[in-house]
């Protein structure tokens, strides 16, 4: 096994993989310009590139908040199932323009493909009420390219709808729905499989339709901050018996545990799991639209412990005197039993992986929540090295959040530095090493210029 350091906000993927032991973790945070590793098409754009979003700051923007808009994105890089698969990645559907007659439309699509689909043969579903995804009649498609499973984020209610070519569903529209659709093949292509219903259902589907649920419903100029509008989804599949258990979960915005929203047994015989797969997003809108935007993709395996790092900013200015940023460190014991005593270890580390000095970066406070105990330090920090036990009741998580602040001009611009944590135990038997690291990196730029040193700076 080739080892790998799991970087969630690196510009390009990383991967240790094994056909046989389906060891894998695959990470990008799609806020940056680089788009190695992926395939981007029709309306879609990484926003950091087009400077929309500062580079470290963007999104994987698959529509525009306009009409008739289609985008797509997949991962190139296949990745083996036999051990299951977790998808985890934030989402936001919004728009800077009143759609006062449809409410946001149409949604957006996850889906699973066969991993030997090439860029020359892949072809993606209909879009409209198809989310990319599923077929159509026009124009006429079987649907995605070695298609296994689409879920929909539906926020207009097509795609549960057994019209337009679908293949089976409701007579009506079912807005705000999360919904399964299976299978491409040359026949009975796409089968509708169930579907979850959000939020509160009294009233008109444009009563439904307004709510906050899929998408956010107020008009605004920029983003919906975290605190107001934020969808953290994790989609499991997980063998049980000779079948597949798919589960589709997510967090709202002041939350901090995950809601299944969704789950549903996928006959092994009926549709089995191809050896590997492959991970894209699709959206589309028609008369009514949205800005449908992914970020902080993490692909890995279940049923054993791993950690994941992001930032409170991907960026940061070098002119700027004083620059407190928090770094955010989720461990997760996904396991049936309860496990006392995880390793824990945290490094400030530079672009090289060497510890920084704190005359450049100084941690200022560490707190810990959801973990039954934790040796971690909270107070007194004389190093950028934080090392500690944690322990964590069975299938649950907790997370360390570590705050300090970057001296000015101490790494050089365009340059970067990283949060680097890792997680062991001897508990139990890891049945998968490749995620129990996990990197967050700050990209260093120039953005302001101080004619004065005493006096603030401001973006350019």
């Given at each position: 096994?080739?080892?790998?350091?799991?970087?969630?906000?690196?510009?390009?993927?990383?991967?240790?993989?094994?056909?046989?032991?389906?060891?894998?973790?695959?990470?990008?945070?799609?806020?940056?310009?680089?788009?190695?590793?992926?395939?981007?098409?029709?309306?879609?754009?990484?926003?950091?590139?087009?400077?929309?979003?500062?580079?470290?700051?963007?999104?994987?923007?698959?529509?525009?908040?306009s009409g008739n808009q289609k985008g797509f994105m997949y991962v190139s890089q296949p990745f083996g199932t036999g051990l299951g698969i977790i998808a985890d990645f934030e989402y936001l559907t919004w728009r800077n323009t009143a759609d006062t007659t449809y409410l946001g439309a149409d949604g957006f699509s996850v889906y699973?493909?066969?991993?030997?689909?090439?860029?020359?043969?892949?072809?993606?579903?209909?879009?409209?009420?198809?989310?990319?995804?599923?077929?159509?009649?026009?124009?006429?498609?079987?649907?995605?390219?070695?298609?296994?499973?689409?879920?929909?984020?539906?926020?207009?209610?097509?795609?549960?709808?057994?019209?337009?070519?679908?293949?089976?569903?409701?007579?009506?529209?079912?807005?705000?729905?999360?919904?399964?659709?299976?299978?491409?093949?040359?026949?009975?292509?796409?089968?509708?499989?169930?579907?979850?219903?959000?939020?509160?259902?009294?009233?008109?589907?444009?009563?439904?339709?307004?709510?906050?649920?899929?998408?956010?419903?107020?008009?605004?100029?920029?983003?919906?901050?975290?605190?107001?509008?934020?969808?953290?989804?994790?989609?499991?599949?997980?063998?049980?018996?000779?079948?597949?258990?798919?589960?589709?979960?997510?967090?709202?915005?002041?939350?901090?545990?995950?809601?299944?929203?969704l789950s549903y047994t996928m006959n092994g015989t009926t549709y089995p799991l191809p050896a590997s797969l492959k991970l894209g997003f699709a959206a589309s809108t028609g008369g009514g639209f949205n800005f449908?935007?992914?970020?902080?993709?993490?692909?890995?395996?279940?049923?054993?412990?791993?950690?994941?790092?992001?930032?409170?900013?991907?960026?940061?200015?070098?002119?700027?005197?004083?620059?407190?940023?928090?770094?955010?460190?989720?461990?997760?014991?996904?396991?049936?039993?309860?496990?006392?005593?995880?390793?824990?270890?945290?490094?400030?580390?530079?672009?090289?992986?060497?510890?920084?000095?704190?005359?450049?970066?100084?941690?200022?406070?560490?707190?810990?929540?959801?973990?039954?105990?934790?040796?971690?330090?909270?107070?007194?920090?004389?190093?950028?090295?934080?090392?500690?036990?944690?322990?964590?009741?069975?299938?649950?998580?907790?997370?360390?959040?570590?705050?300090?602040?970057?001296?000015?001009?101490?790494?050089?611009?365009?340059?970067?530095?990283?949060?680097?944590?890792?997680?062991?135990?001897?508990?139990?038997?890891?049945?998968?090493?490749?995620?129990?690291?996990?990197?967050?990196?700050?990209?260093?730029?120039?953005?302001?210029?101080?004619?004065?040193?005493?006096?603030?700076?401001?973006?350019?």
């Amino acid at each position: 096994m080739i080892s790998k350091t799991s970087t969630l906000f690196c510009t390009f993927f990383l991967l240790s993989f094994n056909f046989y032991s389906a060891q894998f973790t695959i990470t990008n945070s799609l806020k940056t310009n680089d788009a190695a590793g992926l395939k981007i098409g029709d309306n879609a754009t990484l926003t950091a590139a087009t400077g929309v979003d500062p580079n470290g700051s963007g999104w994987l923007r698959l529509t525009n908040a306009s009409g008739n808009q289609k985008g797509f994105m997949y991962v190139s890089q296949p990745f083996g199932t036999g051990l299951g698969i977790i998808a985890d990645f934030e989402y936001l559907t919004w728009r800077n323009t009143a759609d006062t007659t449809y409410l946001g439309a149409d949604g957006f699509s996850v889906y699973l493909f066969n991993g030997n689909i090439t860029d020359a043969n892949f072809k993606l579903g209909g879009y409209g009420g198809s989310l990319g995804y599923a077929t159509l009649n026009n124009p006429a498609t079987t649907g995605l390219s070695g298609g296994y499973l689409g879920i929909g984020f539906d926020e207009y209610g097509n795609y549960s709808v057994a019209s337009e070519g679908r293949n089976g569903g409701t007579a009506a529209v079912v807005p705000n729905a999360v919904v399964l659709r299976g299978p491409t093949a040359t026949s009975n292509s796409n089968p509708y499989l169930t579907r979850t219903e959000l939020g509160s259902r009294v009233g008109t589907a444009n009563e439904i339709r307004a709510r906050n649920e899929i998408d956010y419903n107020t008009v605004t100029t920029t983003r919906p901050a975290p605190s107001v509008f934020y969808r953290r989804v994790q989609i499991y599949v997980t063998k049980t018996g000779a079948d597949y258990l798919v589960t589709v979960r997510w967090r709202k915005q002041n939350e901090t545990t995950f809601t299944n929203i969704l789950s549903y047994t996928m006959n092994g015989t009926t549709y089995p799991l191809p050896a590997s797969l492959k991970l894209g997003f699709a959206a589309s809108t028609g008369g009514g639209f949205n800005f449908h935007e992914i970020r902080n993709i993490l692909l890995t395996t279940p049923g054993n412990i791993r950690v994941d790092s992001r930032t409170s900013s991907a960026s940061l200015c070098n002119d700027a005197a004083n620059n407190p940023i928090t770094f955010t460190v989720e461990v997760t014991n996904d396991t049936p039993s309860d496990l006392p005593n995880i390793e824990f270890t945290n490094q400030i580390q530079d672009a090289a992986g060497l510890l920084l000095d704190r005359s450049k970066f100084q941690i200022t406070s560490l707190s810990t929540t959801g973990f039954t105990t934790s040796t971690l330090p909270t107070a007194n920090f004389t190093t950028n090295n934080i090392a500690g036990r944690v322990g964590l009741a069975k299938n649950t998580s907790g997370i360390v959040t570590i705050t300090g602040n970057y001296s000015r001009r101490s790494v050089p611009t365009n340059q970067n530095f990283k949060n680097y944590s890792t997680v062991n135990t001897t508990d139990i038997t890891d049945t998968d090493t490749t995620n129990n690291m996990a990197t967050s990196e700050v990209v260093v730029r120039k953005c302001s210029i101080l004619t004065n040193p005493s006096m603030p700076s401001y973006n350019k």
